[in-house]
């Protein structure tokens, strides 16, 4: 921890207008909260998956050869796309022919194919102190032998949070993912269990600064499980605490 604030110190202080007038170290809470959901992978529908579904809907095919004749694609390409139609419900047998489900009408209409994926887990990291969760690389998170004392703006009723909203736990998944928004998206459509698990402290460090150019007193705060500094601390601390810095430091 020491080199790290080492070399955050060189870098705030290459402007010889800023000097550090306090340094700090201290822990915020974060929650491990452990998800399931289910996703789907949302695609822009192709031309030949459009095509068979608008053949259903007008006409009667009661097999797969009868759409390979009208459509004129290889009769083993059709039966793998009706195989794979009829496993997501976008179509049914009824009455020995193939029918579109309102599931496949809302899908054709909307030029959109939705494929349920199996479900999945995820680690998510929840901050009282941002009331939010974090978007975490978990190739981050060390541990540490000797912590230092506890923030002292500590949302206490926010720390004993177990239950979340879904669409924030939606939210803070999608985010975790990362996959940019292209031809093919998978979403997380639904949660399907959450598990609060224990609470990790995980060490901040705090530098207050003089620009002594400007004469205005600051703060940066080093975020360690983020590896970035964090706006939302400074912010919170700004807003605490600046009338007290250029009292004693100015």
């Given at each position: 921890m020491s080199k790290l604030q080492q070399r955050l110190m060189r870098e705030l202080q290459q402007n010889r207008n800023i000097k550090i007038v306090k340094t700090d170290e201290w822990c915020i809470p974060i929650r491990t909260v452990e998800a399931s959901y289910e996703p789907v992978r949302r695609s822009t529908m192709d031309v030949l998956m459009t095509m068979l579904l608008i053949s259903v809907q007008e006409a009667d095919f009661a097999n797969a050869q009868d759409l390979s004749e009208l459509l004129l694609v290889d009769p083993l390409f059709i039966e793998d796309l009706v195989s794979k139609m009829s496993r997501v419900s976008l179509i049914e047998q009824e009455e020995g022919f193939y029918r579109l489900t309102s599931k496949g009408q809302q899908q054709l209409e909307r030029g959109i194919f939705e494929e349920e994926l199996e479900v999945e887990m995820a680690n998510l990291y929840y901050s009282p102190c941002h009331l939010a969760f974090l978007t975490v690389d978990e190739g981050n998170i060390e541990e540490y032998d000797d912590l230092p004392e506890l923030y002292r703006y500590v949302d206490e009723e926010a720390e004993k949070q177990e239950q979340f909203d879904e669409a924030v736990l939606i939210e803070a998944l999608q985010q975790e993912d990362g996959e940019e928004a292209g031809a093919s998206q998978k979403i997380v459509a639904k949660i399907?269990?959450?598990?609060?698990?224990?609470?990790?402290?995980?060490?901040?460090?705090?530098?207050?600064?003089?620009?002594?150019?400007?004469?205005?007193?600051?703060?940066?705060?080093?975020?360690?499980?983020?590896?970035?500094?964090?706006?939302?601390?400074?912010?919170?601390?700004?807003e605490k605490e600046q009338l007290e810095w250029r009292k004693q430091y100015l």
């Open positions: 399907v269990q959450t598990d609060a698990k224990q609470i990790n402290d995980s060490p901040c460090l705090e530098f207050v600064l003089h620009d002594k150019e400007q004469d205005i007193v600051f703060v940066r705060v080093w975020n360690t499980l983020l590896n970035q500094w964090d706006p939302h601390l400074e912010q919170q601390l700004t």
